[in-house]
């Protein structure tokens, strides 16, 4: 398939550092993006300048890696949406890897200090797990779930508390899928995940571009009448 589109590249992204263990998106080095949704909540990361640059439509749409949710988190927060397709739908020749065989992100630490039997241990289970899910969905099925635990945290929150809402958010990225706004409660974005079976992206896709108008127009409501 050919794209007779033309793309005029307008800038370089600011992210979290070194692209793993910043799922809030701040930079002390560059400046933190500011989230167009909620200016005193984290725009979410590690890619946080891409979200922000399409979240505050200075572009159409932008580009960012997800190990562990980098790309979804960040479309969360600021009220866009969020792509992460299949490990291996597409190349990633060029990119420096974060962790190249992983659903999931690990901390540098965890992965430096693991033994070859806690390696075997958590192949074994990604791929049960992977298994269960595709018996679960088969080729047409979709799991519907929240994209993060919460609503964005503060700027410059505890990092105790910013800790935890991480180890929440990692149980629910783990798994390829597409984040979409959902609209505002108490004035803060909210979004779902729609996962489907391992490789069905093109499907998944599909199916948010039919679904997409219905679900805004349903939020539009709602937001009226205060919910």
Known sequence: MSL????????HMIEGPHCYGSMNGENKHYGTPKNPCAPDRVPGGSSSGS??????????????????GSVRIPASH?????FRPSHDAISTTGEIPVAQSFDS???????LSATDENFNVCHSVKTELLAALNALLGDFGVLAIPT???P???????????EAFRVKASSLQSIAGVSIPLGLYDNLPVAISLLA???????????????????????GIAEKMGY
């Not at 979200?51 to 190990?67: E, I, P």
């Open 105 to 111: 992100m690990e901390r540098v630490w965890e992965a």
């Open 4 to 11: 007779n589109i033309h793309i005029i590249i307008v800038g």
């Open 148 to 150: 993060v635990p919460g």
């Open 197 to 219: 079976k391992h490789g069905s992206d093109g499907f998944l896709l599909n199916l948010v571009e039919i679904l997409y108008d219905t679900l805004q127009e349903e939020v």
């Open 51 to 68: 979200a922000v640059a399409v979240g505050a439509k200075l572009v159409d749409f932008s580009l960012g890696t997800d190990t562990g």
């Open 78 to 82: 600021c009220g866009i949406l969020g």
């Open 152 to 162: 964005p945290p503060k700027l410059q929150s505890d990092p105790i508390l910013l």
